[in-house]
């Protein structure tokens, strides 16, 4: 099977031209002006960007949370994602406490397998880590799992003490891995959690009103610090405000091998989505919180001078109907997350290249090149080149839409709200192609659940 894509603007993180791109399979074969090729298909890209399909580094299919389960899961999710552009995303497996970290790779593997509609690879998310369960981590990266994720939050479920975190930061640094930190001072917020219940502060404002800054940016600071002391390198995931974004600028300026990534809520969204009295403000219960809109700009900023370099989704879905209302006494007990794996492309081109925030090849640097690099996927993903995985979206930056769960152009996830609802964008994928076939064209699906495969991923590949 052959597809040409002809008359494409081809952007990548550096590169800006017109050319045709041809695909043999599943790989890009030959690239350049006029190609005098015979394809099965030829697809005319005139007018329209030709890019690399997105890299999600951090979405949660199928995951129990919170008294309930995430509500896409690697079907609804996967094809969720394809519509929206993104062709490649990283989940987050979970070792059960007490249990091997293989086994909870093997309970992903059963939940994705014969159900992604796009390729995949996981994190482990590690709950704990005794000394003699650290030859584990070996087995995991030889197994194409390179990177960890630990919760400084949620005491008693996913959280980790300091102790576990060093000696699982210093396996994975021996091992030539990447940690991913969510950073926030969990043991205080807590404390907070109960002031604020006690005085009978239950609306799901108080989730971010029990959640301060100041206890991301300790998180931030104190993670670094151990990953320094144990020699591995860290990312923090979804950085939400300015007072973190300081601690990565500062151990990024000292030389600490630092990275980090945010997210489209809260470069989109602020604290005055928790206004309305009833419980609408629970769609927006996700940790860390909204913030003040103030610190928008700091954080495109970040983006923009590379202190961030990525920006993820942290797609969480949960219904607000049958799901958000399990906190409808107690916003503790709200499960955490909100969708977005369908809309981030459309976010982040309409607020960074449209809004004169982002060049173009910036733009592809953030939504695929660079959680390319980073997670070891980087050239078969993550950029258009002889070699690479036909993973390329048709791209039409005039087209608008107005995402809304009622506009089937912008929503196939399967939750019943829209974080983004009524948000204006200008730029929408159009055709998606990964390895080398049509996934997505007219808004239809054309994918099949298992088409997706799963990613073995590399080692981290050091600063770039
Ligand atoms: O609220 C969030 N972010 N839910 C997903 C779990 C996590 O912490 O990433
Ligand atoms: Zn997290
Ligand atoms: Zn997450």
């Given at each position: 099977?052959?597809?040409?894509?002809?008359n494409?603007?081809v952007?990548?993180?550096?590169?800006?031209?017109?050319?045709d791109?041809?695909?043999?399979?599943?790989?890009?074969?030959?690239?350049?002006?006029?190609?005098?090729?015979?394809?099965d298909?030829?697809?005319?890209?005139?007018?329209r960007?030709?890019?690399?399909?997105?890299v999600?580094?951090?979405?949660?299919?199928?995951?129990?949370?919170?008294?309930?389960?995430?509500?896409d899961?690697?079907?609804?999710?996967?094809?969720?994602?394809?519509?929206?552009?993104?062709?490649?995303?990283?989940?987050?497996a979970?070792q059960?406490?007490?249990?091997?970290?293989?086994?909870?790779?093997?309970?992903?593997h059963?939940?994705?397998?014969?159900?992604?509609?796009?390729?995949?690879g996981?994190?482990?998310i590690v709950?704990?880590m005794e000394?003699?369960?650290?030859?584990?981590?070996?087995?995991l990266a030889d197994?194409?799992?390179?990177?960890?994720?630990?919760?400084?939050?949620?005491?008693?479920?996913?959280?980790v003490?300091d102790?576990?975190?060093?000696?699982?930061m210093?396996?994975?640094g021996?091992d030539?891995?990447?940690?991913?930190?969510?950073?926030?001072?969990?043991?205080v917020i807590?404390?907070?959690?109960?002031?604020?219940?006690a005085?009978?502060?239950?609306s799901?404002?108080?989730?971010?009103?029990?959640?301060p800054?100041?206890?991301?940016?300790?998180?931030?600071?104190?993670?670094?610090a151990?990953?320094?002391?144990?020699?591995?390198?860290?990312y923090?995931?979804?950085?939400?405000?300015?007072?973190?974004?300081?601690?990565v600028?500062?151990?990024?300026?000292?030389?600490?091998?630092?990275?980090?990534?945010?997210?489209?809520?809260y470069?989109?969204?602020?604290?005055?989505?928790y206004?309305?009295?009833?419980?609408e403000?629970?769609?927006?219960?996700?940790?860390?919180?909204?913030?003040e809109?103030?610190?928008q700009?700091h954080?495109?900023?970040?983006?923009?001078?590379?202190d961030?370099q990525s920006?993820?989704?942290?797609?969480?879905?949960?219904?607000?109907?049958?799901?958000?209302?399990?906190?409808i006494?107690?916003?503790?007990?709200?499960p955490?997350?909100?969708?977005?794996?369908?809309n981030?492309?459309?976010?982040?081109?309409?607020g960074g290249?449209?809004g004169?925030r982002?060049?173009?090849?910036?733009?592809?640097?953030?939504?695929?090149?660079?959680a390319?690099?980073?997670?070891?996927?980087?050239?078969k993903k993550?950029?258009i080149?002889?070699?690479?995985?036909?993973d390329?979206?048709?791209f039409?930056?005039?087209?608008?839409?107005?995402i809304?769960?009622?506009?089937?152009?912008?929503?196939?996830m399967?939750v019943?709200?829209n974080?983004?609802?009524?948000?204006?964008?200008?730029?929408?994928?159009?055709?998606?192609?990964?390895?080398?076939?049509?996934v997505?064209?007219?808004?239809?699906w054309?994918g099949?659940?298992?088409?997706?495969?799963?990613?073995?991923?590399?080692?981290?590949?050091?600063?770039?």
């Amino acid at each position: 099977m052959s597809l040409l894509i002809r008359n494409g603007r081809v952007i990548t993180a550096v590169d800006d031209y017109h050319a045709d791109i041809f695909v043999e399979d599943e790989t890009v074969t030959l690239i350049g002006r006029d190609l005098d090729v015979e394809a099965d298909r030829t697809i005319d890209a005139a007018g329209r960007l030709v890019i690399p399909g997105g890299v999600d580094p951090h979405t949660h299919m199928d995951m129990p949370f919170g008294g309930t389960t995430s509500a896409d899961d690697f079907e609804t999710g996967t094809r969720a994602a394809a519509f929206g552009g993104t062709t490649t995303i990283v989940d987050f497996a979970i070792q059960t406490k007490g249990h091997s970290t293989l086994e909870g790779l093997e309970t992903w593997h059963e939940k994705a397998a014969g159900k992604a509609g796009i390729d995949y690879g996981f994190h482990m998310i590690v709950t704990d880590m005794e000394d003699d369960r650290l030859w584990e981590m070996r087995r995991l990266a030889d197994e194409g799992v390179t990177s960890y994720k630990m919760f400084m939050a949620y005491p008693g479920v996913l959280y980790v003490d300091d102790g576990t975190l060093f000696r699982a930061m210093r396996k994975a640094g021996e091992d030539g891995t990447l940690v991913c930190m969510h950073a926030e001072n969990g043991i205080v917020i807590d404390e907070i959690v109960k002031i604020a219940l006690a005085e009978g502060k239950t609306s799901p404002k108080y989730h971010a009103l029990t959640r301060p800054t100041r206890m991301e940016a300790e998180g931030v600071h104190r993670s670094i610090a151990i990953a320094e002391v144990a020699g591995v390198p860290v990312y923090i995931v979804h950085l939400s405000c300015a007072d973190a974004l300081e601690q990565v600028t500062l151990a990024r300026a000292r030389g600490a091998q630092v990275f980090a990534e945010t997210c489209p809520q809260y470069l989109f969204l602020d604290l005055s989505r928790y206004d309305h009295e009833d419980f609408e403000g629970a769609k927006y219960v996700m940790t860390p919180p909204l913030r003040e809109k103030w610190n928008q700009d700091h954080l495109w900023r970040g983006l923009g001078f590379g202190d961030l370099q990525s920006i993820s989704t942290d797609h969480c879905p949960f219904c607000f109907h049958d799901q958000k209302v399990l906190g409808i006494d107690d916003f503790s007990k709200i499960p955490n997350g909100a969708p977005g794996v369908e809309n981030r492309m459309s976010l982040v081109y309409n607020g960074g290249v449209v809004g004169g925030r982002l060049s173009v090849n910036k733009f592809v640097e953030l939504t695929a090149t660079a959680a390319a690099k980073l997670f070891g996927l980087f050239p078969k993903k993550g950029t258009i080149a002889v070699g690479s995985d036909a993973d390329i979206v048709v791209f039409n930056p005039d087209r608008r839409e107005t995402i809304s769960a009622n506009n089937p152009h912008t929503h196939h996830m399967r939750v019943d709200y829209n974080t983004y609802e009524g948000t204006e964008v200008q730029g929408v994928s159009e055709i998606v192609i990964s390895r080398g076939r049509v996934v997505v064209e007219d808004n239809i699906w054309h994918g099949r659940a298992g088409g997706g495969n799963f990613l073995k991923r590399g080692l981290f590949g050091g600063p770039f």
